[in-house]
């Protein structure tokens, strides 16, 4: 049976990245991104849909998402779903939850995480390649979350 498992999302971070490494060295950062979906009823009532989503980031890519994003910035981007389940420590449970797993990412946008209206630093933040291809996320290495 075939399958294809892509996600393309473009929203705002919910808060700052979260910068981590595995006793191997390698990069993860996990990320909050909210979507966020208008419409109008059948009544003309203007309608908002929010949805959060967590997204895994690895290697050099995880980097640079620790650099240069900040809560509120504006990002596309790209990844798989990725289906995750473990056993709750204090009360046995078994709890499951839907990510993605990021591969590319664009910025969308040249400021530092500011929210409306505030005003702009006298100094821009560096430059940052636009694109990146996601790095691997390791396959036997222990993830510090």
Known sequence: MA???????????T???????????TAIARLGL?????????TGEMKEEVTFVDVDAFGKTAE?????????RPIMI????RYDTWEDKQTGQKKSKLGVVLET????????GRAEGAA??????PAAPEAHE???????????F
């Open 120 to 125: 702009r630093p006298a100094s821009p933040a």
């Open 64 to 72: 640079t998402i620790g650099q240069y994003l900040k809560k509120g």
């Open 34 to 42: 909210a979507c966020n979906r208008k419409w109008k009823s059948e």
């Open 3 to 13: 399958s294809f498992n892509k996600v393309i999302l473009m929203g705002n971070l």
């Open 15 to 25: 808060r700052d990245p979260e910068l981590r490494y595995t006793p191997k060295g």
């Open 134 to 144: 996601g790095d691997a996320p390791p396959e036997h290495d222990d993830v510090p």
């Open 78 to 81: 790209e990844g798989r779903l």
């Open 105 to 112: 990412f664009q910025f969308l946008d040249s400021g530092g």
